[in-house]
Protein backbone atom coordinates (compact mmCIF):
# COMPACT_ATOMS: atom_id res chain seq x y z
CA UNK A 1 0.00 0.00 0.00
CA UNK A 2 1.69 3.59 -0.61
CA UNK A 3 1.75 5.99 1.55
CA UNK A 4 0.54 8.91 -0.51
CA UNK A 5 -2.72 10.15 0.41
CA UNK A 6 -5.51 10.48 -2.12
CA UNK A 7 -8.26 12.39 0.42
CA UNK A 8 -7.35 14.60 3.71
CA UNK A 9 -10.61 16.01 5.44
CA UNK A 10 -9.32 18.37 8.03
CA UNK A 11 -11.28 19.40 10.92
CA UNK A 12 -14.36 19.90 8.91
CA UNK A 13 -17.86 20.71 10.56
CA UNK A 14 -20.90 20.88 8.90
CA UNK A 15 -24.61 21.89 10.30
CA UNK A 16 -27.93 22.19 8.84
CA UNK A 17 -29.79 25.07 9.92
CA UNK A 18 -33.90 24.06 11.06
CA UNK A 19 -36.07 26.72 12.55
CA UNK A 20 -35.06 25.66 15.64
CA UNK A 21 -31.35 26.15 15.47
CA UNK A 22 -28.38 24.87 13.98
CA UNK A 23 -27.58 21.20 14.50
CA UNK A 24 -23.68 20.12 13.63
CA UNK A 25 -24.23 16.94 11.72
CA UNK A 26 -20.59 16.11 11.18
CA UNK A 27 -18.11 18.13 13.94
CA UNK A 28 -14.88 18.63 13.73
CA UNK A 29 -13.50 15.32 11.71
CA UNK A 30 -10.20 14.92 10.32
CA UNK A 31 -9.66 11.95 8.28
CA UNK A 32 -7.44 10.85 5.54
CA UNK A 33 -7.59 8.19 2.47
CA UNK A 34 -4.35 6.55 1.46
CA UNK A 35 -3.69 5.15 -2.45
CA UNK A 36 -5.55 1.88 -2.90
CA UNK A 37 -6.79 1.79 0.56
CA UNK A 38 -10.74 1.17 1.83
CA UNK A 39 -12.10 2.84 4.73
CA UNK A 40 -14.68 2.04 6.36
CA UNK A 41 -16.93 4.90 8.38
CA UNK A 42 -19.22 2.68 10.90
CA UNK A 43 -21.64 3.96 13.48
CA UNK A 44 -25.37 4.30 14.29
CA UNK A 45 -28.22 5.48 11.76
CA UNK A 46 -28.07 9.44 12.61
CA UNK A 47 -23.96 9.60 13.66
CA UNK A 48 -23.18 11.76 10.62
CA UNK A 49 -21.50 9.10 8.60
CA UNK A 50 -23.55 9.94 5.14
CA UNK A 51 -23.41 14.01 6.01
CA UNK A 52 -19.63 13.38 5.89
CA UNK A 53 -19.66 11.31 2.34
CA UNK A 54 -21.82 13.95 1.03
CA UNK A 55 -19.83 16.83 2.02
CA UNK A 56 -16.70 15.63 0.47
CA UNK A 57 -18.15 15.24 -2.94
CA UNK A 58 -19.99 18.47 -2.45
CA UNK A 59 -23.85 16.96 -2.58
CA UNK A 60 -25.13 18.76 0.77
CA UNK A 61 -28.33 20.99 -0.32
CA UNK A 62 -27.26 24.55 0.74
CA UNK A 63 -29.64 25.50 2.88
CA UNK A 64 -29.95 23.66 5.19
CA UNK A 65 -26.77 22.75 4.99
CA UNK A 66 -23.42 24.50 6.19
CA UNK A 67 -20.36 23.92 6.35
CA UNK A 68 -18.84 25.44 9.21
CA UNK A 69 -15.22 24.52 9.02
CA UNK A 70 -12.31 22.76 7.97
CA UNK A 71 -10.66 21.93 4.18
CA UNK A 72 -11.51 18.67 2.20
CA UNK A 73 -8.31 18.08 0.09
CA UNK A 74 -8.53 15.46 -2.78
CA UNK A 75 -4.82 15.37 -4.13
CA UNK A 76 -3.93 18.50 -2.39
CA UNK A 77 -6.52 20.55 -3.63
CA UNK A 78 -9.09 21.89 -1.52
CA UNK A 79 -12.59 20.90 -3.04
CA UNK A 80 -14.19 23.46 -0.56
CA UNK A 81 -12.59 26.52 -2.08
CA UNK A 82 -13.35 25.44 -5.38
CA UNK A 83 -16.20 27.05 -7.81
CA UNK A 84 -18.88 24.88 -8.69
CA UNK A 85 -18.04 24.70 -12.56
CA UNK A 86 -14.89 23.45 -11.46
CA UNK A 87 -16.26 20.63 -8.25
CA UNK A 88 -18.48 19.48 -10.95
CA UNK A 89 -15.67 18.45 -12.85
CA UNK A 90 -14.36 16.45 -9.81
CA UNK A 91 -17.62 14.86 -8.85
CA UNK A 92 -18.77 11.79 -11.00
CA UNK A 93 -14.75 11.64 -12.65
CA UNK A 94 -12.09 11.84 -10.28
CA UNK A 95 -14.48 11.13 -7.50
CA UNK A 96 -17.54 8.67 -7.52
CA UNK A 97 -20.40 8.03 -5.20
CA UNK A 98 -22.27 4.99 -4.96
CA UNK A 99 -25.96 4.95 -3.29
CA UNK A 100 -27.83 2.98 -0.74
CA UNK A 101 -30.67 1.89 -3.17
CA UNK A 102 -29.77 1.53 -6.85
CA UNK A 103 -33.62 1.55 -7.94
CA UNK A 104 -33.85 5.11 -6.63
CA UNK A 105 -30.46 6.21 -9.25
CA UNK A 106 -31.32 4.18 -12.28
CA UNK A 107 -34.11 5.79 -13.97
CA UNK A 108 -36.95 2.91 -14.43
CA UNK A 109 -38.04 3.95 -18.02
CA UNK A 110 -34.77 4.22 -19.45
CA UNK A 111 -32.90 0.38 -20.90
CA UNK A 112 -29.23 -0.32 -18.68
CA UNK A 113 -27.16 0.27 -21.72
CA UNK A 114 -28.48 3.88 -22.35
CA UNK A 115 -28.08 5.14 -19.00
CA UNK A 116 -24.44 3.78 -19.23
CA UNK A 117 -24.21 5.41 -22.76
CA UNK A 118 -25.53 8.70 -20.95
CA UNK A 119 -22.81 8.25 -18.31
CA UNK A 120 -19.90 7.86 -20.67
CA UNK A 121 -21.27 10.64 -22.91
CA UNK A 122 -21.09 13.43 -19.74
CA UNK A 123 -18.03 11.68 -18.89
CA UNK A 124 -16.17 12.10 -22.00
CA UNK A 125 -17.44 15.80 -22.52
CA UNK A 126 -16.29 16.41 -18.74
CA UNK A 127 -13.02 15.09 -20.02
CA UNK A 128 -12.30 17.49 -22.28
CA UNK A 129 -11.02 19.74 -19.98
CA UNK A 130 -7.42 20.23 -18.62
CA UNK A 131 -8.35 18.03 -15.77
CA UNK A 132 -9.94 15.30 -17.43
CA UNK A 133 -7.71 14.38 -20.48
CA UNK A 134 -4.92 12.63 -18.28
CA UNK A 135 -7.27 9.95 -16.95
CA UNK A 136 -9.46 9.30 -20.01
CA UNK A 137 -6.21 8.62 -21.74
CA UNK A 138 -6.55 5.56 -18.91
CA UNK A 139 -10.03 5.06 -18.71
CA UNK A 140 -12.19 2.26 -21.62
CA UNK A 141 -14.40 5.45 -22.39
CA UNK A 142 -12.19 7.25 -25.00
CA UNK A 143 -13.39 5.66 -28.22
CA UNK A 144 -16.28 7.59 -29.96
CA UNK A 145 -18.75 6.47 -33.09
CA UNK A 146 -21.84 4.11 -31.97
CA UNK A 147 -20.07 0.51 -32.62
CA UNK A 148 -17.06 2.11 -29.93
CA UNK A 149 -19.80 2.81 -27.97
CA UNK A 150 -21.54 -0.01 -27.71
CA UNK A 151 -18.11 -1.95 -26.93
CA UNK A 152 -17.93 0.42 -23.87
CA UNK A 153 -21.01 -0.22 -22.33
CA UNK A 154 -19.95 -3.93 -22.83
CA UNK A 155 -16.92 -3.19 -21.12
CA UNK A 156 -18.41 -1.58 -18.36
CA UNK A 157 -20.85 -4.91 -17.34
CA UNK A 158 -17.83 -6.84 -18.12
CA UNK A 159 -15.90 -4.93 -15.42
CA UNK A 160 -18.17 -5.71 -12.87
CA UNK A 161 -18.61 -9.20 -13.57
CA UNK A 162 -22.07 -9.40 -15.41
CA UNK A 163 -22.93 -12.19 -16.98
CA UNK A 164 -24.89 -12.26 -20.80
CA UNK A 165 -23.67 -8.19 -20.99
CA UNK A 166 -25.45 -7.82 -23.99
CA UNK A 167 -29.11 -8.94 -22.82
CA UNK A 168 -28.49 -7.05 -19.51
CA UNK A 169 -28.00 -3.67 -21.71
CA UNK A 170 -31.20 -4.27 -23.21
CA UNK A 171 -33.20 -4.81 -19.68
CA UNK A 172 -34.39 -2.34 -17.86
CA UNK A 173 -33.79 -1.99 -14.02
CA UNK A 174 -37.24 -3.26 -13.15
CA UNK A 175 -36.10 -6.66 -14.68
CA UNK A 176 -32.61 -7.48 -12.49
CA UNK A 177 -32.04 -8.71 -9.00
CA UNK A 178 -31.29 -5.60 -6.61
CA UNK A 179 -27.50 -7.43 -6.44
CA UNK A 180 -27.46 -7.35 -10.19
CA UNK A 181 -28.98 -3.22 -10.01
CA UNK A 182 -26.11 -3.05 -7.42
CA UNK A 183 -23.55 -3.89 -9.69
CA UNK A 184 -24.66 -1.69 -12.81
CA UNK A 185 -23.81 1.08 -10.14
CA UNK A 186 -20.83 0.27 -9.41
CA UNK A 187 -19.59 -0.36 -12.84
CA UNK A 188 -21.07 3.30 -14.09
CA UNK A 189 -19.07 4.66 -10.93
CA UNK A 190 -15.49 2.97 -11.64
CA UNK A 191 -16.15 3.52 -15.68
CA UNK A 192 -14.01 6.34 -15.74
CA UNK A 193 -11.42 4.83 -12.88
CA UNK A 194 -12.24 7.52 -10.36
CA UNK A 195 -9.50 8.14 -7.63
CA UNK A 196 -11.42 8.23 -4.84
CA UNK A 197 -15.10 6.19 -5.08
CA UNK A 198 -17.78 6.85 -1.95
CA UNK A 199 -19.71 3.86 -1.51
CA UNK A 200 -23.00 4.74 0.90
CA UNK A 201 -24.29 1.57 2.59
CA UNK A 202 -24.50 -0.27 -1.14
CA UNK A 203 -25.41 -3.64 0.90
CA UNK A 204 -27.85 -2.66 2.77
CA UNK A 205 -30.72 -3.78 0.50
CA UNK A 206 -29.43 -7.11 -0.28
CA UNK A 207 -29.24 -10.34 1.03
CA UNK A 208 -26.26 -11.83 2.78
CA UNK A 209 -24.67 -14.24 -0.36
CA UNK A 210 -25.62 -11.16 -2.84
CA UNK A 211 -24.04 -8.66 -0.29
CA UNK A 212 -21.00 -10.72 0.07
CA UNK A 213 -20.75 -10.76 -4.04
CA UNK A 214 -20.81 -6.95 -3.99
CA UNK A 215 -18.60 -6.27 -1.54
CA UNK A 216 -15.64 -9.05 -2.88
CA UNK A 217 -16.62 -7.47 -6.20
CA UNK A 218 -15.46 -3.63 -4.73
CA UNK A 219 -12.71 -4.97 -3.12
CA UNK A 220 -11.16 -6.92 -5.83
CA UNK A 221 -11.63 -3.90 -8.26
CA UNK A 222 -9.60 -1.51 -6.10
CA UNK A 223 -6.79 -2.78 -7.69
CA UNK A 224 -7.83 -3.09 -11.84
CA UNK A 225 -9.49 0.04 -11.65
CA UNK A 226 -6.53 1.97 -9.72
CA UNK A 227 -8.69 3.39 -6.95
CA UNK A 228 -9.31 4.14 -2.84
CA UNK A 229 -12.86 3.25 -1.49
CA UNK A 230 -14.74 4.92 1.29
CA UNK A 231 -16.99 2.56 2.65
CA UNK A 232 -20.16 4.33 4.77
CA UNK A 233 -22.10 1.44 7.17
CA UNK A 234 -23.66 0.82 9.86
CA UNK A 235 -22.85 -3.05 9.62
CA UNK A 236 -19.48 -3.57 11.69
CA UNK A 237 -19.04 -7.19 10.49
CA UNK A 238 -19.07 -5.66 6.63
CA UNK A 239 -16.46 -3.30 7.75
CA UNK A 240 -14.12 -6.27 9.32
CA UNK A 241 -14.14 -8.38 6.05
CA UNK A 242 -13.23 -5.66 3.62
CA UNK A 243 -11.72 -2.74 5.27
CA UNK A 244 -8.26 -1.85 5.53
CA UNK A 245 -9.12 0.81 8.07
CA UNK A 246 -12.11 2.17 10.12
CA UNK A 247 -13.24 4.84 11.73
CA UNK A 248 -16.02 4.81 14.36
CA UNK A 249 -18.56 7.57 14.51
CA UNK A 250 -20.49 8.82 17.21
CA UNK A 251 -23.21 11.42 16.88
CA UNK A 252 -20.88 13.70 14.26
CA UNK A 253 -17.13 13.13 15.90
CA UNK A 254 -14.93 9.90 15.38
CA UNK A 255 -14.55 8.43 18.47
CA UNK A 256 -11.83 5.65 17.59
CA UNK A 257 -10.03 5.03 14.12
CA UNK A 258 -7.38 2.17 13.15
CA UNK A 259 -5.96 -0.20 11.07
CA UNK A 260 -9.04 -2.79 10.90
CA UNK A 261 -7.21 -5.72 12.65
CA UNK A 262 -6.35 -3.61 15.90
CA UNK A 263 -9.65 -1.90 16.21
CA UNK A 264 -11.77 -4.85 15.88
CA UNK A 265 -9.38 -7.22 18.38
CA UNK A 266 -8.52 -4.25 20.74
CA UNK A 267 -10.95 -2.13 20.70
CA UNK A 268 -10.86 1.09 23.11
CA UNK A 269 -13.51 3.19 23.06
CA UNK A 270 -16.56 2.39 25.24
CA UNK A 271 -18.59 2.69 22.22
CA UNK A 272 -17.01 0.69 19.84
CA UNK A 273 -16.39 -2.31 22.46
CA UNK A 274 -20.16 -1.97 23.13
CA UNK A 275 -21.08 -1.77 18.83
CA UNK A 276 -18.78 -5.17 18.76
CA UNK A 277 -20.97 -6.39 22.00
CA UNK A 278 -24.14 -6.18 19.93
CA UNK A 279 -22.81 -8.81 17.61
CA UNK A 280 -24.01 -12.21 17.94
CA UNK A 281 -21.66 -15.01 17.66
CA UNK A 282 -22.50 -18.50 16.61
CA UNK A 283 -19.31 -19.84 18.41
CA UNK A 284 -20.50 -19.30 21.81
CA UNK A 285 -23.67 -20.51 23.18
CA UNK A 286 -25.73 -18.97 25.68
CA UNK A 287 -23.69 -16.42 25.45
CA UNK A 288 -26.43 -13.16 25.67
CA UNK A 289 -26.12 -9.86 23.99
CA UNK A 290 -24.85 -7.01 25.65
CA UNK A 291 -27.13 -4.17 24.17
CA UNK A 292 -25.62 -0.09 24.70
CA UNK A 293 -27.89 1.59 27.06
CA UNK A 294 -29.94 4.57 26.26
CA UNK A 295 -30.12 6.07 23.02
CA UNK A 296 -28.13 8.68 20.64
CA UNK A 297 -28.58 12.09 21.73
CA UNK A 298 -30.57 14.98 20.38
CA UNK A 299 -27.96 16.78 18.04
CA UNK A 300 -29.99 20.41 19.16
CA UNK A 301 -28.97 19.63 22.66
CA UNK A 302 -25.30 17.72 22.60
CA UNK A 303 -24.05 17.35 26.40
CA UNK A 304 -21.27 19.93 27.41
CA UNK A 305 -18.38 17.10 27.51
CA UNK A 306 -17.79 13.62 26.52
CA UNK A 307 -21.06 12.63 23.89
CA UNK A 308 -21.48 9.56 24.97
CA UNK A 309 -21.01 9.99 28.56
CA UNK A 310 -24.78 9.62 29.43
CA UNK A 311 -24.27 6.06 27.77
CA UNK A 312 -21.31 5.11 29.07
CA UNK A 313 -20.37 2.65 31.84
CA UNK A 314 -17.37 4.36 33.19
CA UNK A 315 -17.75 8.36 32.85
CA UNK A 316 -16.43 10.43 35.20
CA UNK A 317 -16.93 13.78 36.15
CA UNK A 318 -14.17 15.16 33.22
CA UNK A 319 -15.90 13.34 30.56
CA UNK A 320 -19.44 15.59 31.36
CA UNK A 321 -17.52 18.33 31.91
CA UNK A 322 -14.80 18.41 28.74
CA UNK A 323 -14.68 16.96 25.19
CA UNK A 324 -11.84 14.34 25.22
CA UNK A 325 -9.77 14.75 21.78
CA UNK A 326 -8.86 12.41 19.13
CA UNK A 327 -5.76 11.39 20.36
CA UNK A 328 -2.97 8.37 19.07
CA UNK A 329 -2.96 5.88 21.26
CA UNK A 330 -0.36 3.32 19.55
CA UNK A 331 0.71 3.20 16.18
CA UNK A 332 -2.09 4.74 13.46
CA UNK A 333 -4.72 3.77 16.54
CA UNK A 334 -6.47 6.78 17.69
CA UNK A 335 -8.93 6.84 20.41
CA UNK A 336 -11.14 10.31 21.79
CA UNK A 337 -11.26 9.13 25.46
CA UNK A 338 -9.76 9.65 29.09
CA UNK A 339 -9.72 6.21 29.43
CA UNK A 340 -6.62 6.14 27.59
CA UNK A 341 -4.52 9.56 28.06
Known sequence: MQDKSVLDVNELSVAYELKTGAVRAVDNVSMSIRSHELVAAVGESGCGKTTLGLSIIGLLPSPPAKYISGEVNFKGKNLLSLPPDELRLHRGTEIAMIFQEPMTS??????????????????????????????????????????????????????????????????????????MRQRVMIGMSLAQ????????????????????????????????????????????????????????????????????????????????????????????????????????????????????????????????AAKPELRVKEGSHRVACYLHE
Open 106 to 179: LNPVFRIGDQIQEAIRLRNSRGKGSMGNERNKRGPLSRTGASATRKQIIDVLNLVRIPDPDRIANRYPFELSGG
Open 193 to 320: KPSLLIADEPTTALDVTTQAQVLKLMRGLMEDVDTSILLITHDLAVASQVADRTAVMYAGQIVEDGDVLDLFSSPLHPYTQGLLACIPSGSKEGMKLRPIQGSTPDLRSIPAGCKFAPRCLYATKRCE
